[in-house]
């Protein structure tokens, strides 16, 4: 995935909430929601046709000419929202959000191609298909909520059964082997990899995405920069690339991984690994709301890091011979799990801890912060 630049500071997008995301309706607004589909639909088909045997990897050239249709490219009052946010008379609940937009729907993409293929691109008939099941599951679901934000029509995204209808052309509904992913592992000689049987995180994956969307456009806001030197800062950041529950970074695993690491990108003598406790602090105090990491990219989930919890919770390496240290689990063949928590990136507020996640291999990444 590619971003605009490298930063070193916090960039906080500070909401200012009105009503639920849910109960506003707009034109305007159901315009930016279709606006993000599109770009969303238009990266996965890149990443699709990337994976696809006998296709070039490069996604470069196509990702270009998705991103220029949504922010302009070179004349930004050509791009999706610039034209709702132009027009006479329009309903727009929020302006200049282009921004955190487009860096939204980057992070959901990448979080949804990791999740399918982990690591350098592995050209394969099913892990294209499982990234075109994606993007038709976060399509409808977009849907969904584009028509509850039109005015006149019911506020409910599941109005009618929208919502249900769209999961269960994903999953399979009350018949999990009809689900897309399922019935792609299924078929005879399919060229499948690891991770296999990865259907429900992976929507859990466009759940979160969908409601991090709808949270970017639903609130009047201001951006503002906040350097790491301000004095009292309990979160400094987060480090990029997320990372699997076996924490790695240059070349190094686990908790010392993450100390020099946050040491290098956010210099301070007393920086370490931020705990969940951490996190709620950080909630309290507003801090996670538009967080990104060190690469610009939206934090969507974070690893929740407890020393309370036991240690089967904190991805220990718990391997025969193994180091017995808290997230350096690199198998996937043992009791060691980890916990995390996801997100809303807009509204700045954690869901709830969520426990039995994969550490490697069959898991989901998610991010490390950087604490004082």
Known sequence: MTTRSIVTALVAL??????????????CLAGKTKCMSKKAGGLLKCEATAETPGKPTDTTSCRNKVVGKFDGGVDPAKGCFAKLENKSGNDCITTGDTGPAEDAVDSCVASFVEAIDPGATDQTKCGA????????????????????????KSTDPNANGCVDKAQAKYNGG???????????????????????????????????????????????STSTTTTTTLPGILLHGALAPPTLGRFNYN??????????????????ATLHPCTYAELQTAQANGDLVGLKDTQNTAVTSFWAIDNAQPPLSQCQDDNAGGSLQ????????????????????????????????????????SWVGCCQ
């Open 14 to 27: 500070m909401l200012v909430w009105g009503a639920p995301a849910s109960a506003q309706q707009a034109k």
């Open 129 to 152: 298909g499982k990234k075109k099941c994606v993007s038709k599951y976060l399509k409808a679901l977009l849907k969904c909520r584009a028509l509850s934000q039109t005015p006149g």
């Open 174 to 220: 009350a018949d999990p082997t009809k689900g897309c992913f399922a019935k792609l592992e299924a078929k005879n000689g399919n060229d499948c990899m690891t991770p296999t049987g990865n259907s429900g995180p992976v929507q859990g994956l466009v759940e979160n995405c969908d409601d991090n969307l709808a949270a970017v456009v639903t609130s009047a």
């Open 251 to 268: 070349s190094t695993i686990g908790i010392p991984a993450v100390n020099a690491a946050c040491l290098s990108q956010f210099p301070s």
């Open 326 to 365: 808290n997230w350096e689990y690199g198998t996937a063949h043992t009791a060691s799990r980890g916990q995390k928590v996801a997100l809303n990136n807009g509204a700045g507020t954690l869901g709830s801890l969520q426990s039995g996640e994969f550490c490697s291999i069959f898991g989901t990444v």
